[in-house]
C-alpha cells in the first residue's frame, strides 16, 4: 500500500541554518510527491511538488528532488529564516493523498 | 477569491451531542475531503467525495457520516460527540489533472467533554 514516513520533530534551528527534514515513501505505481506547510492556527498550503522520478520542486528558498532509487523526497533549506517556523508535511498522491506526521520546526534569532 | 471556507472555527460540545461542520469551495472542484489531525498522527482521512452524489470511506471514518449537498458543499455529521473525536479537522478540495493539488481550508478546533 501507500505511506509516507518522515522525520520526527521537533527541529529547533538557528536563523541562517541548513534545514534537511527526511521523508521516505512507499507507493504502487508512480505517485506524486508533495510537501505541504502549516503555519500556526491555519491549514496546509502547498509549498512545493514533483510529479515523476528526478524531478526537483522547489519555491521560497526550499527545495526536495523526487529519488526513485532511495524512494525518498527530502525538503532542503540552505539558510532558514525565523519566518519558516511551521510544521512541515510530506504527502503522496496515489489513489488519494497520503500524508505524513508532521515535523515542527522552530527557527531561532 | 474564498478557496475553501470552513465553520465553526471552534466547538465545544458534551459528550453524545451531535453537530454538523460545513464546508464550501469557491473553485468548481470535484473532489472534497475531510481529515482529522491529531498530535503525533498527522492528517488521517475520515471521509472522501470524488463527485457530487458520491462518498467513500476512508481510514478513520467510523462515528462519521457526510453529505456531498452539491458541488460546492461537504458537510461533516457527528451524531453522538466522544471524546476520541476531539481533534482538529480540515476540509480539503483537490483540483483536476495534471496539478492534482488540495486547497484547504482553516480548520475547526473541536473539544468533546
Known amino acids: 500500500g501507500n505511506s509516507v514516513t518522515q522525520m520526527e520533530g521537533p527541529v529547533t534551528l538557528s536563523e541562517e541554518a541548513f534545514l534537511t527534514i527526511n521523508c521516505t515513501y512507499t507507493?504502487?505505481?508512480?505517485?506524486?510527491l508533495f510537501w505541504y506547510v502549516q503555519y500556526p492556527g491555519e491549514g496546509l498550503q502547498l509549498l512545493l511538488k514533483?510529479?515523476?522520478?528526478?524531478d526537483k520542486g522547489s519555491n521560497k528558498g526550499f527545495e526536495a528532488t523526487y529519488r526513485k532509487e532511495t524512494t525518498s523526497f527530502h525538503l532542503e533549506k540552505g539558510s532558514v529564516q525565523v519566518s519558516d517556523s511551521a510544521v512541515y508535511f510530506c504527502?503522496?498522491?496515489?489513489?488519494?493523498?497520503?500524508f505524513g506526521t508532521g515535523t515542527s520546526l522552530t527557527v531561532i534569532p | 477569491n474564498a478557496g475553501v471556507t470552513q465553520t465553526p472555527k471552534f466547538q465545544v460540545l458534551k459528550t453524545g451531542q451531535s453537530m454538523t461542520l460545513q464546508c464550501a469551495q469557491d473553485?468548481?472542484?470535484?473532489?472534497m475531503y475531510w481529515y482529522r489531525q491529531d498530535p503525533g498522527m498527522g492528517l488521517r482521512l475520515i471521509y472522501y467525495?470524488?463527485?457530487?452524489?458520491?462518498?467513500d470511506k476512508g481510514e478513520v471514518p467510523n462515528g462519521y457520516n457526510v453529505s456531498r449537498l452539491n458541488k460546492r458543499e461537504f458537510s461533516l455529521r457527528l451524531e453522538s460527540a466522544a471524546p476520541s473525536q476531539t481533534s482538529v479537522y480540515f476540509c480539503?478540495?483537490?483540483?483536476?489533472?495534471?496539478?492534482?493539488?488540495?486547497?484547504f481550508g482553516s480548520g475547526t478546533q473541536l473539544s468533546v467533554l
Open positions: 504527502a503522496l498522491n496515489g489513489n488519494q493523498f497520503y
Open positions: 480539503a478540495s483537490r483540483s483536476r489533472a495534471p496539478e492534482e493539488k488540495l486547497f
Open positions: 467525495s470524488a463527485s457530487e452524489g458520491t462518498t
Open positions: 473553485m468548481n472542484h470535484n473532489s
Open positions: 514533483a510529479t515523476k522520478a528526478d
Open positions: 507507493a504502487t505505481g508512480y505517485p506524486s
